[in-house]
């Protein structure tokens, strides 16, 4: 069966320092995979998606940037962050079909 | 562009009572339609979906959803509410494009009174 890993689990970071969270996916083979961004008390925001290695679509300009070096790995980052980047990240798989499957999360708190 | 609104932020109901969540969806054709599930602190839980076919979907957990084309609805549904049910509800459409994204209603966050 497929399982989604994300790390850290939390994270408080100071404002202007940097940021790697990784997700990794097991038992699939070239997913699909989403970075949300969900604020409190606010809906999910796409981020950026990928359908491939290398691939990188990015939904909203910000701070943050995003890669896919291995074919089920995930990194979201930012060179410096601002308070506005607190909030909770999901990372999300999906196979051929639209329905996507979700990580654990990573709570930011920039401070 | 698709769109989901979900015109209920916040419902309370007593244990044991049924429940319906709201979800309205915009798009010209026959969407992809989800309903998901998030405990505090916790990643989104499928709970089901609709692509084809039958109108009346069943999920996990007890839950069932309806698709009506003619309300532009997906309305969730379930006959007894447990007092585990207290969490937020997503709901979602996938419309095509690239990416087989889906685009997410704000959520409706249930409260379950003993």
């Known amino acids: 069966s497929q399982t989604i890993h994300q790390w850290p689990a939390t994270l408080v970071q100071p404002v202007g320092s940097p940021l790697s969270l990784e997700c990794t996916v097991e038992g699939t083979s070239n997913p699909n995979l989403y970075w949300y961004r969900q604020a409190a008390g606010r809906g999910l925001q796409l981020l950026f998606y990928s359908v491939g290695i290398g691939q990188i679509s990015s939904e909203v300009p910000q701070n943050l940037s995003a890669s896919r070096p291995q074919d089920r790995q995930f990194i979201l980052s930012s060179k410096k962050l601002l308070l506005s980047d607190s909030g909770f990240y999901l990372c999300?798989?999906?196979?051929?079909?639209?329905?996507?499957?979700f990580g654990p999360g990573t709570r930011l708190t920039v401070t | 562009a698709q769109s989901v609104t979900q015109p209920d932020i916040h419902i309370t109901v007593s244990e044991g009572a049924s429940l319906e969540l709201r979800c309205n969806y915009s798009y010209g054709a026959t969407p992809y339609l989800f309903w998901y599930v998030q405990s505090p602190g916790q990643g989104l839980q499928l709970l089901l979906k609709y692509f084809s076919g039958d109108t009346l979907v069943q999920g996990i957990k007890g839950f069932e959803a309806e698709f009506k084309r003619s309300q532009s609805s997906f309305n969730l549904r379930k006959p007894s509410v447990h007092w585990s049910d207290a969490a937020e509800y997503f709901c979602a459409v996938g419309a095509g494009g690239g990416g087989n994204k889906l685009t997410f209603g704000t959520g409706t966050q249930l409260k379950v009174e003993l």
């Open positions: 999300a798989w999906t196979g051929r079909t639209y329905e996507q499957y």
